[in-house]
């Protein structure tokens, strides 16, 4: 699976738009970009994944550029509740059974 | 709601002694996963069955981890003679990809792991 580069941390101010990029220079045609979050204590969180469309559901937005080398993640009124590591994964598709291959992640804080 | 369970929550053993971790995965989820996750780590894969079919345990850092999922539902992850360095938590996730349907790309929902301390 290709690998991905996303800043070590963010702030966001609660009720404004939180947009997290994550690099994905070596992706390739059949893998998706996923991103899951994960609060302290908790297990991962799945968010959304996309291959080359935008994507929306009721938690975040995700924005894929056109040569899918990058994308961002948008919570577009963040709450204190989006604290929380955001991990940007690429992971096959096709018939593999696409395991995760978790890096750090984006810390972000959302402060009052 | 009926996601993934795990238990324990907590798990506190001594070196040597032998543990079993249990994951419930989603009902009629195929697809089982297991991570590890060290302190101020992202999850590791460990392993991944396919109903009860192991099919890759690449993730598995040793011998004394073993797992199971014999009725392709309920998996037991167990490690034998635990040493202080599997001090981790341990993630089950479980999707409804099989390997059958291509590009169905169906996402893993995790529980919320077993904290193992070995002391």
């Known amino acids: 699976d290709a690998k991905t580069t996303q800043p070590p941390s963010m702030d966001c101010a609660e009720g404004r738009a939180a947009n997290l990029p994550c690099n994905h220079s070596t992706i390739s045609g059949n893998e998706y970009v996923y991103w899951y979050r994960q609060i302290h204590s908790q297990g991962p969180q799945y968010i959304i994944h996309?291959?080359?469309n935008n994507e929306t559901n009721e938690m975040a937005s995700l924005i894929i550029t056109e040569d899918r080398k990058s994308s961002t993640l948008i919570l577009p009124h963040a709450t204190l509740r989006d604290t929380a590591v955001y991990y940007c994964i690429v992971r096959a598709g096709g018939t593999s059974y696409g395991k995760l291959t978790f890096g750090q992640g984006t810390i972000l804080t959302v402060h009052p | 709601g009926a996601g993934v369970s795990q238990s324990p929550r907590y798990k506190v053993a001594k070196r040597g002694q032998d543990v079993a971790l249990r994951c419930d995965p989603i009902s009629g989820h195929v697809s089982l996963f297991w991570y590890q996750q060290a302190l101020g780590q992202g999850p590791e894969f460990l392993t991944y069955f396919q109903n009860e079919a192991q099919l890759d345990k690449s993730g598995l850092p040793s011998d004394r981890f073993f797992a199971e999922r014999p009725e392709g539902s309920v998996s037991t992850l167990k490690i034998q003679r635990t040493q202080q360095e599997d001090s981790a938590v341990y993630l089950c996730?479980?999707?409804?990809?099989?390997?059958?349907?291509?590009?169905?790309?169906?996402?893993?929902?995790f529980g919320d792991g077993t904290r193992l301390s070995i002391l």
């Open positions: 996730a479980s999707s409804a990809d099989t390997l059958q349907i291509a590009n169905s790309n169906q996402p893993q929902h």
């Open positions: 996309g291959l080359k």
